[in-house]
């Protein structure tokens, strides 16, 4: 037998306090008796309830008029209400179907990390893929302008017409594959050390000196920009902002937080790690495509992958790391294009056959008219090689010095090296016999005070009035200095042997006499500069800048 | 799936005892909170209103907050009755629709240099959308969302509410803003204590007024410990005096004959965020539910309410509140905490 009196409380919704009172159930609906007698009859179809879910959880009824409330705090009350009430009772809570909530809320979790995982990997790129085609280009121009004038102020650009055109025949014979396309490409030289180029959206592509002066043939460079253009072509940046935010909403909407701040600021790290990688796979294997359509070797795109990875070498990077950073790893990148040009068709000709491309690249050098303001030497260099040392080192010190600066600097015949100017004890050559030598085999010269003599010897060196182990450089006066290259070479201490950071140390090393004797430029504690001093070892002078 | 972890509901009646002079024979006179809810069932809600935001793109996130704040509030009790949540989805969400529509004037303001590069006052633009947001929108939306919240909440069947007028607020959140930035910081407990007189004494549990007696020089020790001693301990310090500003503030709130009482220290409020800091790390962020109903416990288990509620003298004195404020405030970020 259902007990259908039930002991509970009154809320009238006009005082505060709640008033005891006895509650019966009927087929119809209930009746709430107090102290003062019946208070109300209400039919079950114009009840909700508000409260009573939960296990413990007070059983609260409300007229749908509002204002009243009736509380039972017992949960068996809820069984019994469904059962006196049938049929008219089945919009009540039924406290069997709890056990549900479990599994449905396990459900739900998968579900959501499932479709949110989803989203992440497919939905919101295709939408983003969908989506950026659509935004106007003159839109796209407007903030590429805004981009530009950020990244290139007229200031810093370099401008020379001349060598200016070369760049510009790269961008037509690469944009004549795409004749399409509404966008209208233009590049732009920053006069920046830094070894990058970016593609603003709208078609500007932004090529900073350091790139420029490390290419070594115009294909190098045309797989750079082409590259660059199709980040613009492909409207990456656009993609990446629809990305950006639709992964930021999404977030917030999983967070509940509808401030977003937090979530756009994960979104965007969740964004670049992804979608930046996808972005530039896709500009990779579509550059290439892009050379090859023009009719300019893929080679040299590779060649400067080559050349850029070994500047930063990643072989050491553990893969974890590998794709927590931004761009597909190096040698990943190196082996898909590698892949890629295997399969293409090699053109027969070199692309600008009428450019010395080593002159075209000097192009913000000859805007500022030739050699930088700032460097005014006095005399003439001359480099002077003592005991064996192979000669392109000395050829390539020549050409960098005056392609970089546009010093131009005299080599000296090789001359060999004084057995007694060697220690026994030490195996090491005393620098102050290496000058002296220096003065030795070249007299004229050391007499003349317009000369300024560089010796560059390939044997370990020591200074004998310091108490050091070794030097890599002396001076004696303000004419004459001796560099050793014996122990910049990463082999000479049992390391793997890497011929782009023995240049760059000898060019630095060298560079740094060339400042003090003909430049006269101070030594200085900034490490941008190559003027930087004291020189301690080999973590400084890999530390240093290569500028004046 | 939760085990309700308070005294049962009707054997808690105190024994008929010497009470106070305004005190009703039986009456109790010291009150504290309890929390029943869980952080699974949280969870459970919190992982359905994820889901049901997902599929929706998003329109369902207003009805899952109702959903949850409905959840803590019933599960939250005084006196042995709950309290009870009435706000809709709806609401919030054409809360929200409008405060997005509001704010768009400020936004755009602070960002015309992105939408056009060439506008000349861009400078002039972004600082008086900044300052339009700080010196209008915050009061606002805190006025706006305390105003709303307060009306959707009812304990017993009786609404709260909250009466103070935005145009007041808004003169002494700039006046008081300015006062601070002149004063090189000095004047801000001042600014502190007025803001959450405002707030207190402006809020009704039915006919019946919160009030408030702080004073600015009383808690401005409080604050100074805090400038000389955080520094020194590396930031901890805060703890203690988060702990000795809410003991501060809650003991000079009162409602009816009782006034309250709050027990925090800042060891236990250390231990508190620590473990809570440790639980999001360790479950990547999934342990959320589950923090949040530490705070809760933590909360209540430290408020009291010391004295007679003279419930039976209070009577209904609703007020109408709309939801922008709401939206407004979820939108700038002002958050709503209780006992924070």
Request: proline share 6%; hydrophobic share 45%.
């Amino acid at each position: 037998m259902t007990r259908t009196t039930w002991p509970g409380f009154y809320l009238d919704g006009r005082q505060a306090e709640r008033q005891a009172a006895e509650v019966r159930l009927t087929p119809d609906g209930l009746e709430v008796l107090t102290q003062r007698g019946l208070r109300a009859r209400w039919a079950y179809g114009d009840l909700r309830q508000t409260q009573g879910f939960y296990p413990g959880e007070q059983v609260r009824l409300e007229p749908r008029a509002g204002g009243e409330a009736v509380v039972v705090p017992a949960d068996a009350f809820l069984i019994a209400l469904r059962q006196v009430g049938g049929a008219r009772a089945r919009h009540f809570h039924d406290p069997g179907r709890r056990w549900l909530r479990g599994p449905a809320a396990v459900a739900a979790a998968l579900a959501v990390l499932g479709l949110a995982g989803a989203a992440y990997v497919w939905v919101i790129p295709a939408a983003a893929s969908a989506l950026a085609p659509r935004v106007p280009v003159a839109w796209e121009e407007r903030v590429g302008q805004g981009v530009l004038e950020y990244l290139a102020p007229s200031e810093e650009r370099c401008e020379d017409p001349p060598r200016g055109r070369a760049l510009d025949a790269i961008v037509a014979t690469l944009a004549a594959t795409v004749p399409e396309t509404p966008y209208r490409f233009r590049v732009v030289v920053v006069d920046d050390p830094a070894v990058n180029a970016l593609a603003g959206p709208g078609g500007y592509v932004v090529v900073y000196r350091g790139l420029l002066e490390r290419t070594e043939s115009a294909e190098e460079l045309a797989g750079v920009l082409a590259h660059e253009l199709q980040h613009v072509l492909r409207r990456h940046v656009a993609r990446a902002v629809v990305q950006h935010t639709s992964t930021g909403l999404l977030l917030a909407g999983l967070t509940g937080d509808a401030s977003g701040g937090v979530a756009l600021e994960v979104a965007r790290v969740l964004g670049q790690l992804r979608y930046g990688r996808q972005h530039e796979r896709e500009a990779d294997a579509e550059g290439l495509r892009m050379l090859v359509a023009a009719g300019i070797d893929p080679a040299g795109m590779i060649r400067f992958f080559e050349t850029l990875n070994e500047a930063e070498p990643d072989d050491q990077a553990p893969a974890l790391l590998d794709y927590l950073s931004t761009h597909p790893a190096g040698r990943e990148r190196l082996e898909t294009l590698r892949g890629l040009a295997a399969a293409a068709v090699r053109p027969a000709g070199k692309l600008l056959p009428a450019y010395d491309w080593t002159d075209v690249r000097r192009l913000c050098l000859a805007a500022r008219g030739g050699a930088p303001v700032a460097l005014d030497g006095r005399g003439r260099v001359y480099l002077a090689p003592l005991g064996p040392l192979p000669p392109e080192t000395v050829e390539r010190l020549v050409t960098y010095y005056s392609d970089r600066f546009g010093l131009q600097l005299e080599t000296l015949p090789g001359a060999p090296l004084d057995p007694d100017a060697i220690d026994p004890g030490r195996g090491q050559l005393a620098a102050e016999e290496a000058i002296a030598l220096l003065g030795r085999r070249h007299p004229t010269l050391a007499a003349d005070p317009e000369a300024i003599l560089i010796g560059i010897t390939a044997h370990d060196m020591y200074i004998r009035s310091a108490g050091w182990r070794f030097a890599f450089a002396y001076r004696i006066g303000d004419r004459l200095a001796v560099v050793s290259t014996a122990r910049l070479d990463p082999a000479s201490y049992g390391a793997p042997p890497d011929p782009g950071l023995f240049e760059a140390r000898l060019r630095k090393m060298v560079a740094k006499q060339i400042g003090l004797l003909h430049l006269r430029l101070p030594e200085t504690r900034e490490w941008g500069s190559v003027m930087h001093g004291p020189v301690r070892g080999l973590d400084d002078l890999d530390e240093m800048g290569e500028d004046f | 799936m939760s085990v309700a972890s308070g005294p049962p509901q009707e054997a808690r009646r105190p024994p008929p005892g010497p009470g106070g002079p305004a005190a009703a024979p039986g009456e109790r006179l010291s009150h504290r909170l309890y929390f029943y809810g869980s952080g699974t069932d949280l969870f459970g809600i919190q992982a359905v209103n994820a889901l049901g935001t997902l599929l929706t793109l998003g329109f369902f996130h207003f009805w899952g907050k109702v959903r949850g704040l409905r959840y803590v509030l019933s599960q939250t009790e005084l006196d042995g009755d709950r309290f009870a949540y009435h706000g809709t989805g709806r609401e919030l969400l054409s809360g929200f629709a409008k405060a997005a529509l509001l704010l768009a004037v400020p936004f755009g303001l602070m960002n015309v240099r992105n939408v056009d590069p060439t506008f000349g006052l861009q400078i002039e633009a972004a600082i008086l959308g900044y300052a339009l947001i700080y010196f209008l929108f915050v009061p606002l939306a805190v006025v706006g969302a305390r105003r709303y919240r307060l009306s959707r909440i009812s304990w017993r069947a009786i609404r709260f509410s909250f009466r103070g007028p935005v145009r007041s607020f808004v003169r002494l959140f700039a006046r008081d803003s300015i006062l601070t930035l002149l004063s090189a910081g000095l004047y801000y407990p001042w600014f502190a204590v007025r803001r959450h007189a405002f707030l207190v004494s402006h809020s009704y549990f039915g006919t019946e007024p919160f009030r408030f007696d702080g004073r600015g020089q009383e808690i401005f020790p409080v604050y100074a410990r805090l400038v000389l001693l955080g520094p020194l301990t590396v930031g901890l310090y805060w703890f203690w005096f988060q702990a000795a500003r809410q003991r501060y503030l809650w003991a000079h709130t009162a409602i009816a004959g009782a006034r309250f009482e709050s027990a925090v220290t800042g060891g236990r409020l250390l231990r508190l965020r620590l473990g809570n800091a440790l639980l999001l790390l360790g479950t990547l962020g999934l342990a959320w539910p589950w923090t949040r109903v530490r705070n809760l416990r933590f909360a209540f288990l430290n408020l009291r309410l010391r004295g007679a509620l003279e419930a039976a003298a209070i009577s209904q004195d609703a007020r109408a509140a709309a939801a922008s404020g709401e939206g407004l405030a979820g939108l700038v970020g002002t958050g709503f905490e209780l006992g924070a």
